[in-house]
């Protein structure tokens, strides 16, 4: 459903991020991501509970940098839960003239988020023109949560169709 992502990157090119998905699952078994190239994967708490991600290796899933995160299934009327995943690395040393930055971001590969937000951190004392990305620029901080506000407006139509159903085995 929602995929937010706060990433800070420092002057050294060092960087934290912590990517939290909002789930309602209810055919997989794993959530797969890519990691970005050369990142550490330093915790992932599902549903409030830690829980110990497998790497996946070979050529065929992106060189070792597809990791498998086992998740919730979820039952009609069940809330979204949380998935929330820390990680850092580098990115290389931040330099004066033309410098091109890749925002090291994690990729859900097998559950396609409705809505992802991006909150970027970066240093003030460089200058940075062009955002080269699919992602739409948001001048303020209120469009951001504007956004969620939609995204819960639509989980509570959700839970409300649900206690509206006919199905018994779905209702609180």
């Not at 990729?107 to 240093?123: D, G, K, T, Y």
């Not at 901080?141 to 206690?163: F, M």
Request: net charge positive; glycine share 10%.
């Amino acid at each position: 459903g929602l995929a937010e992502t706060l990433l800070v990157l420092d002057a050294a090119g060092t960087y934290r991020g912590r990517v939290e998905y909002h789930l309602d699952n209810r055919t997989e078994q794993f959530l797969e991501v890519a990691m970005p190239e050369g990142s550490a994967l330093w915790t992932a708490v599902v549903a409030d509970r830690p829980v110990k991600p497998t790497r996946m290796e070979g050529a065929g899933a992106g060189g070792g940098r597809h990791v498998r995160i086992p998740i919730v299934k979820t039952a009609e009327g069940d809330l979204d839960y949380k998935v929330v995943l820390k990680y850092g690395g580098r990115v290389g040393r931040l330099g004066a003239g033309r410098y091109r930055v890749r925002f090291p971001l994690v990729r859900a590969v097998n559950i396609e988020a409705e809505l992802s937000q991006v909150r970027l951190f970066v240093p003030e004392e460089y200058t940075w023109l062009d955002f080269d990305s699919i992602m739409t620029r948001v001048e303020e901080a209120g469009t951001l949560g504007a956004n969620v506000l939609r995204y819960q407006y639509k989980q509570a139509q959700r839970t409300l169709q649900t206690l509206q159903s006919d199905n018994p085995f779905a209702r609180p």
